[in-house]
C-alpha cells in the first residue's frame, strides 16, 4: 500500500505557492496602509519587545479565570509603562504599545475617557493641579456617566451633584439602585479618580441637567475605597470578552467635593449657587466623538485580523472535490467561499484609510471645538453617528463570516476569531446603541432635506455638506438615476452614483410617509445615507491612489475599492430593487436569465476571482504577526494542523490521564450501569 | 425636592401590568406547545427536582474554569442517573431532564451519537454482547467521525481499518497527523468505547470506503487510555462555550480489533476478507439525519429562551421619550424595537410545532430505513439539510438579535443570553457545513426539476414529494403569480404561493444558468425551496389550529404564524423584487410613496403592534422557569436592576476590598506616575 499523502507536510506548500504567485509589492501596500515605512516599521519594532517580554505571554490566557485575566492586564499595563521608560517611547509609541498588547485594559478609559474629558472641560485651576498627575498615571481616572437604569441618554440620569453655597461644595448622591453608575470602565477595582456625569441642582431645587464632576475614589495610601461611595466589579462579560478590564459600579451617598471639581471650563456656578451658562449645550458630547472618531479604522483592522486567519485557513484547507492535482481543493478555491471572504478584505482595506482620512478630519474640527468653533459638530456627529453603526454592524458580521469560513475548526478557541470577534462584540452598544444613532442621522437627514428645499428657489448644491451631499439629485429634475450597462460594474462612478440616489429617493420617501412611517424605515435611511457618504469618500481614494502608490498596487488597490462598491450594492438590492434604480439592461450571458441581479452577482464572483490569486498577499500586507493574531489556523507558514495538535497538549484536562471525575462520577455511574445491566434481562 | 421615582420598583409594576393585559390563556398556548398538558407537567416536575438540587444550581459556574465546569458536567450527569434510580424516571423522563440541565453534557454524544449507531448497524451478535451496557452507561460511548484533515466529507476520511484474515482481526490505524480525530465529544476523558469511522481495506490493499468499528478506548477498571490509542481533550471552544463537553482528539497505532466489532449489520466481511455488499450506500447516514432531524424544535426552544428574556426586559426597561405616564417609554413601546423582536417569538413558535411534526414523520421514516425501506431516505436527507441550514442561521442570529435589543446590559453575562448564543453557535457548522447542504439540496431541486420535465408530457403535480411541490407552479402555463392587493398580508395563502412562486423561479433560473452560476446561487436556491417547504407545513398548522385550540387562542397563534411568514417575505424580498414577483398595488397610503414593499412593512408594523400586548403571554406561554432562563434580565417578576445588582456582588473581584493586582502592579505604577509628576514641570 502506497503511504498516505502527508496532509500536514502540504499545508506550508499550500501556502507558498499562494505567496509565490502574489504579483505585487506587499510590502509597498503594507506601507500604504500604515501611512508610510517609517509608522511601520516603528510599529514593528514595539511588536518584537513585546512579543519577547513573557508579561505578554499568551498561551496560558484561555485557560485563566477572568479574575487572573484581571490581574495579568493589570501587570501588562504596568509593564507597558516600564517599558515606556526603558525605550524612552514616545506617547504615540506607547499608543502603539497599548494597541498591541491584545488586552482590553483598563487604563484605556484613563487615557480614551477621562483624560481627554478632563482636559477639554477642566476649569485652568483644576487643570494645572491635576493635568501632569493625570498624564503620567499618578491617579488613574474613569468616566462615570452609565447608570444601571440609563444608557447614553444623559439627559434622564438620576445621581444628582447639589451645590452647597454655605460651604462651596457639591454633594455628589446616588438616590436610588437604577442610579448606581454601572459598566464604568477601570472603575471596579482600579480607578483612584473619576470624573462623574451628574445633576446639577442650584439652591432652590432647580435642576439644570448633566454636569461633570471630578472626584477622588480610592485613597492613594492604601487603595481602600474612599467613605460615602459603594464600589465593585459588575462582573463577567458575555463569552467572557473584555475579561481584563473591570467594568465597575458605584453608589455615593451624600459625597460631599469642593466647588472647584467641577469641570468648569465651559459651564460653571458662581459662589453663590448662579449658573453661568455653556456657550454650546453640546459641548460635552466631545468626549464620545473623540472615541467614536477612532471606531473606523479600529473596525477595519478588526476585520483585517480575521480576513487574514480565515484566508490563510481556507488556503491550506483542502476539502470535497478532487482538484487538479490530485488533492482535495483548497477551500479557498470554491467561489461560495472566496465569494464570503475576499470581501472582507476589502472592507478592511477600505475602512483603515477610510477611518484615516476621517480621523484627520475630526481632529481639526475637534481642535476648533477647543477654541469654542461649533460650526461643524452637527455635521460632525451625524457623521460620526451613522459610521459608528455602520462598521460597528459591519465588522462583527464579517468577524463571523470569518470564523464560520473555518468550520468545525472555526469553533475551536485556538482559532481566535472567536476571542476577536467576542472583544469587538460590545462596539455594537457602547458608545450610543446603535438604534439612537440611526435615529440622529435620520433626524439630520430629514433637517437637510427641508432645509435645502425651505428656499425658493432651493439652495445651490454647492451650499451641501459631504453627509447631505447626495441630496443634490433632487435638485435637478434634468438628473435621473444611471442606466445599468455592460460596463457598469467595472468603473466606480455608477455604484457611487447609484448609492447616492438610493439615499436621495430614501430620504425623499421619508419626508413623504412621516405620518406613518414604516418600523424599518430609520435604519435603512441612516444606512442609505451612510453608505452614500462613504461611497464618496471611496470615489475620492481611488481618484488618489496613483499619488501615492506605483502603477501596480494602485491598480489593485482600485481593483479591492471597486469589489467594496460592489458589494455594497448587493447588500442595497432591497432599496435599489424597490425604488427602480436597479433597471439592469439584459445581458444576453446566458440569454435566458430573468435575473436582473444576475450581471452584478457575476461582476463580483469575477472580481473576487481576480483578487484571488492575492488574496493571501493582500491579508499579509495587513502586517501581523502569529503571536499578534494569536490564531492557530491563521499561523503565517501554514501548519495549521501542527499548531493545534501542540496547542491541545497545553489544555490543562490533558495534564492527568485520569480526569478528577473519573472517581468522583464517571466510575460510580459506569459501576451503576454496569450492575444494572448483569441484572437485567438482555434488551 | 421630590423623592426620585423609584425605577427599580416600577420594574414590577410594568411587569404585572403587561401579563394583566395578556388577553388569552397562557395555559393552553403553553399546552399547545408542549404536546398536551401531561407532558408539561412531567416536565414542570422533573424541572422542581432539579432546580431544588445543589448539583444543579448555576449561580457559580460562570465563574469556574474549563477543567471545572467539565468536572462539574461529570458530577451533573452522575447525579441525573441517580436521580432517574430515585424518581423511577422513564427514558423520556431522562431526555427531560437532560434537556433541563441547561449544560452541554457529554453523555449527550453516548445517548445521541454513539448509541443510535450502534442500534442501528450492529450486527445481532455484537448488539446481544453490548446493547444492555450501552443503555444502561456501564460503558460510555462516543461516535469517532471527523478527523483534523477531514470534516463532514466522510469519503476523505484517513483513518483505516485493515482486514487481516490470519487472525480474523481488523487493525485500526492512524497514517498522519491529519488523520487524528479531532472534535470527538466524550473522548477527550470520559468516554471507555467509540464507534469509528475508518476506510475499510481489505486483503490486495482494495479501500472499500468508510465503515464503521466498534473499540474499546480506556480500560474499565482504571480508566487509563488502552496501549496504542493516544487520547486527550482539544482544547476550550469559542467564547468559552460548551465547556462541559470533552470534545478529544484520538490517534490509532495498528490497534487491533475481532473482526465481529465492525458495525456490520448492512454491510460486512467475510472470515476470508471478502466484501459483502450493503443494500444502500447511504444508510450510515442514519445517525446523522437522527441527530438533525431534532434540530428544528431545538431551534425553536433556542429563540424562545432569547426571546423570552428580551421581551421581559423590553418590558421594564425604560428610555429615551417621556410616555404618558410621565417616566420614559417601556423600550418594547418603540416599533423599532418590538419589529425585531415580536418576530423571535413568531419563529420560536413556529419552529416548535413544525419540528415536533417534522420529527414524527422522521421517526416513521427511520423505522422503515431500519427494516431497509430506503424509499423516503433522499426525500429525507434533503429535507433535514435544507432546515438544518435555515434553522441554526435563524436561530443564531435571534439570539444576537435579542442580546443586541438589551443594550449594554445584554452584554453582562449576567443576561445569559450570551451564553445561549455562544453554545447554540456551533449548530451552524456541526453535523454537516452549512454550506455543504445547501449544494446538496440545490443539487436534490435540479434533478426534482429534471425528472419533472424529462417526460413527454411532464409529471404530475401529484407526483411531486412535499420538498419539490413548488414545482407544480411550472407545470401549468395558465398558472400566474399572485398579484398583491390590500388584503394579501392578512392572510396566510399568498405569502406562502409568493414562496413557492419564488422557489419555483429560483430553480429555473439556475437550470438555465447552470453553465455559468454566480457564486451565491446555491444559497439562494436553498433557502427558497426550504423557506417553500416550512411556508408551505406553515399553512397547514394554520389549518390545523382550530382542532387544537380554542377559538381566541387559535386566532392569536395564526397571527403569529402569519407574522412567521410576513418576515420570510420581507428576508425575501430580493428574489421576489428580482424575479418580478412584488407587483404591489398602489396603496394610496400615502399617496405619494414610491416604495412598493410599504405596504408589506406595514403589515408587519401593524401585525406586531397588535401582538405586542400579547408579547410577555406569548413568552410566558414557553414556560420557562427563572432557573432554566438563569438570566438577570429574564427574570419573571422583572426585577432586573436588584438581580443585576445581586449577582455583581458575588463577583469574585468583589470578595476583597483592594485587588491583588494592587500591591504588584497599580501600586508600582502609581507611584512612578506620582514621581514623574513631581520632578516634570507642569503641563
Redesign the interface.
Known amino acids: 500500500?502506497a503511504?498516505?499523502?502527508?496532509?500536514?507536510k502540504q499545508n506550508a506548500i499550500d501556502m507558498d505557492k499562494a505567496r509565490f504567485q502574489t504579483s505585487f509589492s506587499i510590502a509597498e501596500v503594507r506601507d500604504y496602509l500604515y501611512n508610510g515605512a517609517a509608522q511601520w516599521r516603528r510599529r514593528e519594532q514595539i511588536r518584537e519587545i513585546l512579543s519577547k517580554d513573557a508579561h505578554f505571554d499568551k498561551s496560558k490566557r484561555?485557560?485563566?479565570?477572568?479574575?487572573q485575566l484581571?490581574?495579568r492586564g493589570?501587570?501588562i499595563?504596568?509593564r507597558l509603562?516600564?517599558l515606556q521608560?526603558i525605550h524612552r517611547w514616545s506617547p504615540d509609541d506607547v499608543a502603539i504599545a497599548l494597541s498591541l498588547s491584545d488586552e482590553n485594559l483598563s487604563i484605556n478609559l484613563h487615557n480614551v475617557a477621562f483624560e481627554p474629558v478632563f482636559r477639554l472641560q477642566a476649569s485652568p485651576e483644576l487643570y494645572?493641579k491635576y493635568?501632569?498627575?493625570i498624564?503620567?498615571?499618578?491617579?488613574?481616572g474613569c468616566y462615570l456617566q452609565?447608570e444601571?437604569?440609563?444608557?447614553t441618554?444623559v439627559g434622564?440620569l438620576?445621581t444628582t451633584a447639589t451645590y452647597i453655597p454655605e460651604t462651596r461644595e457639591f454633594e455628589i448622591n446616588s438616590?436610588?439602585?437604577?442610579?448606581?453608575k454601572?459598566?464604568i470602565g477601570a472603575l471596579?477595582?482600579?480607578a483612584?479618580h473619576g470624573v462623574v456625569q451628574a445633576k446639577l441642582?442650584l439652591p432652590g431645587?432647580n435642576d439644570f441637567g448633566p454636569h461633570l464632576f471630578f472626584i477622588q475614589l480610592r485613597s492613594?495610601d492604601?487603595?481602600?475605597?474612599l467613605p460615602g461611595r459603594i464600589i465593585?466589579?459588575?462582573?463577567?462579560?458575555?463569552?467572557?470578552?473584555y475579561a481584563a478590564t473591570?467594568n465597575g459600579?458605584a453608589r455615593f451617598d451624600h459625597v460631599r467635593i469642593p466647588k472647584e471639581n467641577m469641570l468648569s471650563k465651559f459651564a460653571g456656578v458662581t459662589d453663590e449657587g448662579g449658573y453661568v451658562t455653556p456657550p454650546h449645550a453640546k459641548l460635552s458630547y466631545g468626549g464620545m466623538l473623540y472615541i467614536r472618531s477612532g471606531m473606523v479604522t479600529s473596525a477595519g483592522w478588526h476585520i483585517a485580523k480575521g480576513a487574514t486567519v480565515a484566508i490563510r485557513y481556507a488556503t491550506v484547507r483542502?476539502?470535497?472535490e478532487l482538484g487538479p492535482d490530485g488533492l482535495?481543493r483548497q477551500t479557498i478555491s470554491y467561489?461560495?467561499?472566496?465569494?464570503r471572504l475576499i470581501p472582507l478584505l476589502a472592507r478592511a482595506h477600505v475602512f483603515i484609510k477610510l477611518g484615516r482620512a476621517l480621523s484627520e478630519g475630526f481632529e481639526a474640527l475637534a481642535r476648533g471645538l477647543s477654541s469654542g468653533d461649533t460650526s461643524h459638530l452637527a455635521e460632525m456627529h451625524v457623521m460620526t453617528s451613522g459610521l459608528k453603526v455602520l462598521v460597528s454592524t459591519t465588522a462583527i458580521q464579517d468577524l463571523e463570516t470569518a470564523?464560520?469560513s473555518m468550520?468545525?475548526h472555526?469553533?475551536?478557541?485556538?482559532?481566535g476569531?472567536?476571542?476577536m470577534?467576542?472583544d469587538y462584540?460590545?462596539a455594537?452598544?457602547?458608545e450610543g446603541?446603535?438604534?439612537?444613532l440611526d435615529?440622529q442621522v435620520l433626524r439630520a437627514a430629514l433637517k437637510a432635506f427641508r432645509a435645502l428645499f425651505s428656499m425658493t428657489p432651493p439652495r445651490a448644491a454647492a451650499s451641501l455638506s459631504p453627509s447631505s451631499y447626495y441630496l443634490r439629485l433632487l435638485l435637478d429634475k434634468q438628473l435621473v438615476p444611471p442606466e445599468l450597462g455592460p460596463d457598469s460594474w467595472t468603473h466606480p462612478a455608477t455604484a457611487i452614483l447609484l448609492l447616492e440616489w438610493r439615499a436621495a429617493?430614501l430620504v425623499h420617501?421619508a419626508t413623504?410617509?412621516l405620518?406613518?412611517p414604516?418600523?424599518?424605515?430609520?435604519?435603512r435611511v441612516s444606512r442609505a445615507v451612510t453608505e452614500a457618504f462613504v461611497a464618496a469618500r471611496v470615489g475620492e481614494m481611488i481618484g488618489g491612489l496613483s499619488k501615492t502608490l506605483k502603477q501596480r498596487e494602485a491598480a489593485l488597490v482600485e481593483k479591492v475599492y471597486i469589489l467594496y462598491l460592489l458589494t455594497t450594492i448587493e447588500s442595497a438590492?432591497?432599496d435599489l430593487?424597490?425604488?427602480?434604480l436597479f433597471r439592469a439592461m439584459p445581458t444576453g450571458?446566458?440569454p435566458?436569465?430573468?435575473?436582473?441581479?444576475?450581471a452584478l452577482?457575476?461582476a463580483?464572483?469575477t472580481l473576487?476571482g481576480e483578487l484571488l490569486p492575492q488574496a493571501v498577499g493582500l491579508s499579509d500586507a495587513f502586517g501581523f504577526s502569529d503571536w499578534e493574531l494569536d490564531s492557530a489556523l491563521g499561523v503565517y507558514d501554514g501548519n495549521v494542523?501542527?499548531t493545534?495538535?501542540a496547542?491541545?497538549?497545553?489544555?490543562?484536562?490533558?495534564q492527568t490521564?485520569?480526569?478528577?471525575?473519573?472517581e468522583?462520577?464517571?466510575?460510580?455511574?459506569?459501576l451503576?450501569?454496569?450492575?444494572?445491566?448483569a441484572t437485567?434481562?438482555?434488551?
Chains 1, 2 share one sequence.
Not at 3 to 8: E, L, T
Not at 433 to 436: A, I, Q, R, S
Open positions: 500500500m503511504p498516505a499523502h502527508d496532509h500536514s484561555v485557560y485563566a479565570t477572568r479574575k484581571y490581574i493589570q501587570a499595563t504596568n509603562y516600564e521608560e494645572s493635568a501632569t498627575l498624564a503620567n498615571r499618578g491617579i488613574i452609565t444601571l437604569g440609563h444608557g441618554n434622564h438620576e438616590p436610588s439602585l437604577t442610579s448606581t454601572w459598566w471596579g477595582k482600579s483612584t441642582i431645587g492613594l492604601t487603595h481602600q475605597v465593585g466589579d459588575i462582573g463577567p462579560k458575555a463569552h467572557g470578552a473591570d459600579f483542502r476539502q470535497g482535495e467561489p461560495s467561499l472566496h465569494v470564523r464560520r468550520g468545525g472555526g469553533y475551536s478557541a485556538f482559532a476569531v472567536g476571542r470577534y467576542a462584540l460590545p455594537a452598544t457602547y446603541e446603535n438604534f439612537v435615529q429617493l420617501e413623504q410617509t405620518a406613518a414604516d418600523a424599518t424605515a430609520t435604519q438590492l432591497v430593487l424597490s425604488f427602480g450571458d446566458p435566458r436569465s430573468r435575473d436582473p441581479t444576475r452577482r457575476l463580483i464572483a473576487c494542523y501542527e493545534l495538535w496547542r491541545a497538549q497545553e489544555e490543562p484536562l490533558n490521564e485520569v480526569t478528577e471525575a473519573y468522583a462520577s464517571i466510575r460510580p455511574m459506569l451503576r450501569g454496569q450492575s444494572m445491566a437485567k434481562p438482555k434488551l
